[in-house]
C-alpha cells in the first residue's frame, strides 16, 4: 500500500508539476518576464533575482471564489501549507489554526513566517504572528511569495519566508466595481463588494465584506466584517502618494476536541492597519518612504471543561506595532542595481485579565524596538549571469544587534531557461510572549537562526506557453526556541535544532486560449519532526473558460502531516474541489463550488476533525 501510494506521488509529480511562474490562467500568451517587488523591493524581472518566487495573480484568486486567501495560496504554492479546523475562520488562540509553514518554517502560532501587506509588516505586536483571519481574498490584485529566508530585506520574522498580499489598483482613468454573495453548507455566508475609482491622477479604492458560519460542529460559529479603504494621489509622472486603512472584526467560538469539549470558548477579535506611502519611479532610481501602524484588541473566554467551573475573568490585549521604512535603489552603472535602506519597528501592547468583580490582573505591558540598515546588490555581467549580493545589520532593544547576509547568482545558459544558486541566513527575535508573558516565558531569549541553501532550474518551452521548474534546498538552523522543564518548570529556551531539506517541482502548460493545466509537487524531508508540515505535498488542477461557461477543478494530496508529536501521530489525505460559473449577462454571473467531494475524514489540528463534502453557490456582479 506505501510502495502503490508513493509510486502515485512520483506518477503525478512527473506529470505534471506547479505554476512557479504564476501565469494569468487563460491568457494567449504567457508573460515570459514577470515583474515582482518582493525579492528586491523594486520591481525585477523574475529571472534575475536568485530565491524562489511564487506569484498569484487576481484571476486565480477571483475564480476560487474564497473568502480567504489562505486556502488559495495552499493549493498554489509549493511548500506552503496553511492549517484550518473548519469550513470558514481561523480565530486565535486556545485550539485555533491558520498556522503558516514553508518548508517546514513557521511555527504555531507562525512567527517564522512574515506576511506584508504592500510591503508593510503584519503581525500582533505582543504575540508577533500573523492573524490568518484578517487577509482577506478582497484585499488583493496579486499575492507574491518568497519561498526561503527574506531577512535581509524584511528582517525578523522573514526566517521561513514572505508573504506579501499586492492591493488593487486601476492602471487608467475609469470606474468599476464587484459585489459577490454565496450561501452554502452549514448555513455559511459570504458577501463582500469593492468599488474603484480613477480619474486625473486621483484613485479611490474600498471594499467591504461580511462573512459568518455555524460550522460544522456544535459551538463553532464564526462572523467576520472588514473594510478597506485606499486613496492615492499621482503628485507628477515620477511620484505618487497613498494613504489607506484595513479594519476586521471576528467572533470565533472554539468547541475543543472530539475527545474533551471545551464550554464558552469565544473570542472577540478587532483588528486594524493604516499605513502611508511616497513613492519615487525613475529611469535609473527608484525608492520609497513608508509609514504604518498595526493594532489589535483582543477579548477572549478561555472557556471551561466538563466538571470544571466557569471562568471567572476574561483575557483583555491592547497590542500596536508603528513601523517606518526608507530605502532607494539606483542604477550606478550598466547592468547594476543597488538599493540601501533603513527600517525602524516598534512593538508592544498590554495584556491582562479582566475580572467579573471589575478587578484586574495585569500580565504584561511592554513595548520593544528594532532598527536596521541595509544594503541590496544585483549586477549583470553580460548575458548570462547576474550576481545577487546583500547585508543587514539589524538591532534589538532587547537581544541587540545581528548581522544577517545573503548571496545568489541567477545562470542563463540558454535564452529560455535559467539556473538560480542562493544562501540566505534567516532569523526571527524572540517575541514578548515568549520572553514575558505566561509561565514559560523567558527575559534572556535569543533570537532563532538558520541557512538556507538552495539550487534551481527552470525553463520555458513551446514559445513559453510550457514552463517547468525544479527547486533544491537544504536548511540547517539553531537557537530554536522550545518550551522545556527547568528545575521543575517549563521554561522558553534557545535550545532546538533544525535540518530539513527537500525539493519543489512546478509546470504549467496553456493547451489552447480555454484550457491551461497546472501542479506542484513538494518533497519534506526532517531530521527534527515538526508539526502540520506534511512530507509529500501535491496539487494538480485545470483551468477552463470558452464563451459563457468556467470551471476549475484541482486535487491536492497531502503525506505525512503530522498532528502530533507525543505520540506520532500522522495523517493523509486526498481532496478534490470543483468551481463553476455561467456568464447570464454581461458583468452577471452565476457561481457553484464544491470542496472535498470526495468526503474525506481528516483531520489538520489533532482533534479537530475537518468538514467533509460541502457545498456552495452564489451571484458575481462587475459593473
Known amino acids: 500500500m506505501v510502495i502503490k501510494k508513493y509510486a502515485l506521488i512520483a506518477t503525478m509529480a512527473i506529470s505534471a508539476i506547479h505554476i512557479s511562474h504564476a501565469q494569468e490562467a487563460l491568457k494567449d500568451t504567457i508573460n515570459i518576464g514577470e515583474v515582482v517587488v518582493t525579492g528586491t523591493r523594486n520591481e525585477v524581472d523574475l529571472r534575475h533575482l536568485p530565491m524562489s518566487v511564487s506569484v498569484v495573480n487576481s484571476d486565480q484568486i477571483e475564480r476560487r471564489y474564497e473568502q480567504s486567501l489562505l486556502p488559495t495560496l495552499t493549493e498554489l504554492v509549493p511548500s506552503l501549507f496553511t492549517t484550518s479546523r473548519g469550513v470558514m475562520g481561523y480565530g486565535v ?68 519566508g514572505v508573504i506579501n498580499i499586492l492591493t488593487s489598483k486601476l492602471r487608467k482613468d475609469g470606474f468599476d466595481g464587484n ?8 448555513n455559511t455566508l459570504n458577501s463582500e463588494a ?77 483588528r486594524g492597519m493604516t499605513s502611508f506611502s511616497l513613492e519615487n519611479n525613475y529611469q535609473r532610481t527608484s525608492g520609497a518612504l513608508k509609514v ?4 489589535g484588541k483582543h477579548n477572549i473566554n478561555d472557556g471551561y471543561y466538563e466538571g470544571d467551573s466557569p471562568r471567572d475573568f476574561l483575557f483583555n490585549s491592547k497590542d500596536k506595532m508603528l513601523g517606518v521604512t526608507l530605502y532607494q535603489s539606483v542604477s550606478l552603472w550598466r547592468g547594476n542595481r543597488t538599493t540601501l535602506g533603513v527600517d525602524y519597528q516598534k ?9 467579573f468583580n471589575g478587578t484586574d490582573s495585569e500580565l504584561v505591558d511592554k513595548t520593544v524596538d528594532d532598527i536596521a540598515g ?27 544587534a545581528h548581522y544577517i547576509p545573503q548571496f545568489g547568482a541567477s545562470i542563463y545558459p540558454m535564452e529560455t531557461g535559467e539556473i538560480k544558486l542562493v544562501a540566505s541566513r534567516g532569523f526571527r527575535n524572540p517575541t514578548i510572549r515568549e520572553m514575558y508573558m505566561f509561565p514559560p516565558q523567558n527575559p534572556n531569549l535569543q533570537p532563532e537562526s538558520l541557512w538556507n541553501y538552495e539550487v534551481s532550474w527552470s525553463q520555458r518551452l513551446l514559445q513559453s506557453r510550457l514552463s517547468y521548474s525544479v527547486n533544491l534546498y537544504y536548511i540547517n538552523g539553531n537557537n530554536m526556541i522550545q518550551t522545556v522543564s527547568v528545575d521543575g518548570r517549563p521554561m522558553n529556551i534557545n535550545t532546538g535544532k533544525i535540518e530539513n531539506y527537500g525539493v519543489e517541482l512546478a509546470t504549467s502548460y496553456l493547451c489552447s486560449k480555454e484550457l491551461l493545466l497546472v501542479a506542484n509537487y513538494s518533497y519534506l524531508n526532517m531530521r527534527n519532526v515538526i508539526l502540520a508540515s506534511p512530507e509529500h505535498k501535491l496539487y494538480a488542477g485545470v483551468d477552463f473558460k470558452k464563451g459563457r461557461w468556467s470551471a476549475s477543478t484541482g486535487m ?68
Do not use: C
Not at 447570464?584 to 482533534?607: C, D, P, R, S
Open 93 to 160: 488562540s486556545t485550539g485555533a489554526s491558520g498556522g503558516m509553514s514553508m518548508r517546514g518554517i513557521g511555527g504555531s502560532p507562525t512567527t517564522g513566517m512574515l506576511v506584508l501587506i504592500d510591503g508593510h509588516p503584519q503581525y500582533m505586536g505582543l504575540m508577533g504572528h500573523p492573524i490568518a483571519d484578517a487577509y482577506q481574498s478582497m484585499l488583493a490584485e496579486k499575492v507574491e511569495i518568497v519561498r526561503g529566508p527574506a531577512s535581509v530585506l524584511y528582517g525578523s520574522n522573514a526566517m521561513g
Open 179 to 186: 459585489a459577490r454573495v454565496g450561501y452554502g453548507s452549514y
Open 194 to 270: 469593492s468599488l474603484r475609482m480613477r480619474k486625473r491622477g486621483f484613485e479611490v479604492m474600498a471594499t467591504g465584506s461580511y462573512n459568518r458560519t455555524d460550522g460544522h460542529r456544535d459551538n463553532m460559529g464564526f462572523e467576520q466584517y472588514g473594510g478597506y479603504v485606499k486613496i492615492g494621489y499621482e503628485l507628477s509622472d515620477n511620484w505618487n502618494t497613498f494613504v489607506d486603512v484595513n479594519l476586521t472584526h471576528f467572533n470565533a467560538s472554539n468547541p475543543g476536541t472530539v475527545s474533551r469539549p471545551i464550554f464558552d470558548n469565544d473570542s472577540r477579535i478587532t
Open 292 to 295: 504604518f501602524y498595526n493594532w
Open 347 to 355: 512593538m508592544g501592547g498590554k495584556a491582562w485579565n479582566a475580572y
Open 374 to 400: 541595509y544594503l541590496d546588490f544585483r549586477q549583470s555581467i553580460g548575458r548570462f549571469i547576474t550576481l545577487n549580493g546583500g547585508f543587514r545589520v539589524d538591532h534589538h532593544s532587547v537581544t541587540g
Open 556 to 623: 491536492q494530496y497531502i503525506a505525512g502531516l503530522y498532528t502530533a508529536l507525543e505520540p506520532l501521530a500522522k495523517e493523509n489525505y486526498l481532496l478534490w474541489n470543483v468551481r463553476g460559473a455561467f456568464r447570464v449577462a454581461n458583468g452577471f454571473e452565476l457561481y457553484v463550488k464544491g470542496e472535498n467531494l470526495l468526503n474525506q475524514h481528516y483531520e489538520i489540528n489533532l482533534g479537530f476533525p475537518m468538514p467533509g463534502a460541502t457545498v456552495m453557490g452564489g451571484v458575481n456582479i462587475n459593473f
